[in-house]
């Protein structure tokens, strides 16, 4: 076990109120929950809990709160920015939701799903799937991460420029107080103007406000007809054309449009397995496009057609191809969805994660490139993303050759550029992963000394102890 | 000028932050802001201010705190719960944005407006047919409502089907805080996860956190081609099948979904001048529908005629008529727009601004119909409203030849029985208006206590000495 300056009265305290089994404290067992998947951040934990009931986390948050015990809240351990994981000091205890993992309702009469914390995102797509209702976040992580971890980080992904982001999708919530109080606040209403809308402060508080136990989400209605396409393009600037004709041809049923440059598809086809080049010879940039039609009156195959007509009578486009199959239609996105982990085999990558106004993508992307090559010649920048939010996800390979160990260690470097030009743009540095441990001490240069101010007065008023994921975001 | 407690240095100060002209005080002056337009709530004050800036603002509320001064912020005093108006107490000084009625700028490009608080709704929508963009936010008051305060108070309307509540519109905001510090928050981004989402405060906040001076606009694509038809039906059982029908046909193009009683539309033929009976005999119920698309090819038309067809060949509903041109589409919009306004020509009407999942809108009519006429034999229900939205105004005209008076003094009796009946059905008892003052006494009904409390901690947080819209909302 490891040592811990916390009192053996206490941890046995806490550890009773979930039952031994659900108490795990060797080592090999806290472990997992201690490191995040990309070894960035590496801590220690005396205790994981792992309660069953929004009850038991009121007894632990009540406790904690008393005696002045940092707790973790962790989902499903995917978060990018080091916000669920104990730090080094022994001194934190996780609080792991896992064990809510009930999905207390579907109605797809009211096009709502009622489910505990935990979650995992994937089942709640299937479960949507089963009454024909779509829940439309999407991620890379789906197939792990934990619905109260993407409503505690509002979760962004692939299918916000239809569906907004997890704050979009979320009627109602049960939040534990850090004071151990049970806020009931479960609705299913699209319209309620009774007060402040309290659940906004829950959702994407990282878990520094309160541990959010269960949800009410939205439904839609499950596509009829979907299209994948991908494009080859000259550079950014016509990525930005296209998606203007794009939601000319499709407004809202404009589901997908994902930017990549060359280089991310030559690491996929170097690096996944069975991966085939997507269009006849290469092209400096690509852009997938997916229209979604839940309307037999509304074929989504006649929408993208006229929609590649217009691109290519217009020169917008160089080259096409549609997804003939859902096999193919997978095989493109599975392109897309590679291109984080492909970037491992090429070395050291160190990240952004920033969006700006739509329209200034392709200056930014320009003046960003220039800079990074600036800084560190040889560098291989594999900026990709959500293009229709303007979010960006602008990754930088190192060098071919370089050390990788040396390559990191420019990261902040690298970052104090490329966030320097964000600014420049009016842009944000996190678009969708918020702030955790990460990007802390970044809040600082990007926020008003007066919206610090209010948000540490927030925390305060919910947390006075400053027990719940303390150093987190503030 | 009205009598006042407030000393006359204090008065004379605050004046002078915005100069002669600007600073109200003679009786005939500031009446106009002391009553709201039903005349359910008249107050006095002795002093209405009219600043022209941010920093104006911040002055008249950095001295307002130091000093213990109550200020009411006033948008363009259309709000329905007497939010914006001062008490009896002579001791409220009304804060009016009418002259923060710029529009800083418009970028059709990246579909966003840059607004003060004081502009008038009808101005943005124009400034946004301008640039062939739209702005979506639809309401009865948007010729004299100002932005400030549908920001406030989270204002709903007639298009939150397809573009959701004022909240979902709004991407930034300027807000001058109750001890006078200015938070810029004037951001265009879509994705922005760095620290708790503080505008989600002031959306809906009612004036009582901070005192909203600017905004940036979400904007849309103008719709190519929309239609809009209306059906008459047998009892919103079959308007339910109708919503689902429209759905499936016109998925996120169905723009409008509005539910009318017979008796409602009586009053209109009976009342407004001009109109005449939309359909071939009389029809219990009726539903004004929508359909909008901004793409060439999807026409709207085709949309409303495969649903209609699918309607009729279900036997959803009896009769319907489509709009054969702007004038037409405008004269059944006009019903559904007058069914307010005519029903103060049928003597008293006890409204609820109400809220149930949609699915129970037709359980919960009937219960809630059954209800007022076992309280109040005779008593005409009128209810209509924004079924999509689960959204109903219950509104009760008074029986035919009761005394006006008489029939008013029972509010709050009526009023009980359909918020105890919304409760049942897991409604809220303010879907769009918000709570104000009107609405106050009924919030420990229907939120738990810790929901309270928390509201109550943010306003400590914000506004330690309570000088921001006292006594509204908590």
Redesign the interface.
């Known amino acids: 076990m490891t040592e811990t300056a916390i009192d053996s009265d206490t941890l046995d305290a806490l550890a009773a109120i979930v039952g031994p089994g659900n108490a795990l404290t060797a080592d090999e067992d806290t472990h997992p929950y201690c490191i995040e998947m990309r070894d960035l951040f590496v801590g220690r934990t005396p205790l994981v809990l792992r309660p069953g009931s929004a009850e038991e986390i009121s007894k632990i948050l009540r406790l904690a709160n008393e005696r002045g015990i940092a707790i973790v809240p962790q989902g499903g351990n995917t978060g990018l920015v080091g916000a669920q994981v104990p730090d080094e000091s022994g001194a934190e205890i996780i609080l792991a939701t896992d064990r809510l993992d009930a999905i207390r309702s579907v ?1 797809p ?2 096009n ?1 799903m009622t489910v505990e914390a935990g979650v995992i995102l994937e089942n709640i797509h299937a479960a949507a799937d089963e009454v024909d209702r779509l829940f439309p976040l999407t991620l890379a992580a789906q197939g792990s991460c934990r619905i109260g971890g993407n409503i505690s ?2 979760a ?1 992904g692939t299918a ?1 420029l ?1 569906y ?2 997890t ?2 999708l979320i009627l109602g919530l049960e939040v534990v ?1 850090p004071t151990g ?5 479960l ?12 659940k ?2 829950f ?3 990282e878990g520094t ?1 309160g541990v959010v136990t269960a949800a009410v989400l939205k439904l839609f ?1 499950k596509p009829r007809s979907q299209e994948v396409a991908l494009a080859g393009l000259a550079d950014p600037a016509k990525a930005l054309e296209l998606l203007n004709v794009a ?7 404009l589901t997908g449009f994902e930017l990549m440059p060359r280089l991310g598809i030559e690491f996929v086809l170097k690096h996944l397995p069975g991966a085939r080049d997507p269009l006849e010879g290469p092209h400096p940039w690509y852009v997938l496009v997916e229209i979604s ?6 074929p989504a195959r ?2 993208l057609e ?1 929609m590649f007509e217009e691109a290519f009578e217009k020169e917008i486009a160089t080259d096409a191809v549609v997804a003939e199959s859902v096999a193919q239609a997978e095989a493109l996105w599975q392109i897309r969805h590679s291109l984080s982990e492909v970037q491992k085999s090429e070395g050291g990558s160190i990240k952004h994660d920033v ?5 200034k993508i392709p200056a930014f992307l320009d003046k960003g490139m220039a800079a990074a090559a600036d800084l560190i010649p040889g560098i291989r920048p594999v900026p990709f993303g ?1 293009m229709g ?3 960006i996800h602008f990754n930088f390979s190192q060098p071919e050759g370089a050390d990788k160990a040396d390559y990191l260690a420019r990261w902040d470097e690298l970052n104090a550029v490329i966030h320097g030009i964000v600014a420049e743009f ?10 955790g441990k990460l ?1 802390k001490k970044l ?1 600082p240069d ?3 000394e ?6 540490r ?2 925390k ?3 947390d006075p102890n400053n027990i719940l994921n303390p150093g987190r ?2």
Do not use: C
Request: net charge negative.
């Open positions: 109605d009469v009211e709502t980080t509002n962004g916000v239809a907004g982001n704050r979009a107080l109080e049970i806020w009931n606040g609705r299913s209403l699209h319209k309620d103007n009774t007060g402040y809308d309290l906004q402060l959702i994407g508080g406000l209605p939601q000319a041809h499709a407004g809202p049923l039609s839940n309307s037999d009156d509304i006649q929408l006229s969006s700006v106004p739509v329209s959500h939010d303007g979010n009016g842009g944000s540095i996190s678009a969708e992963h918020g702030i990007k809040l990007v926020k008003s007066i919206e610090l101010d209010l948000m007065r927030i305060a008023a919910f975001v503030l």
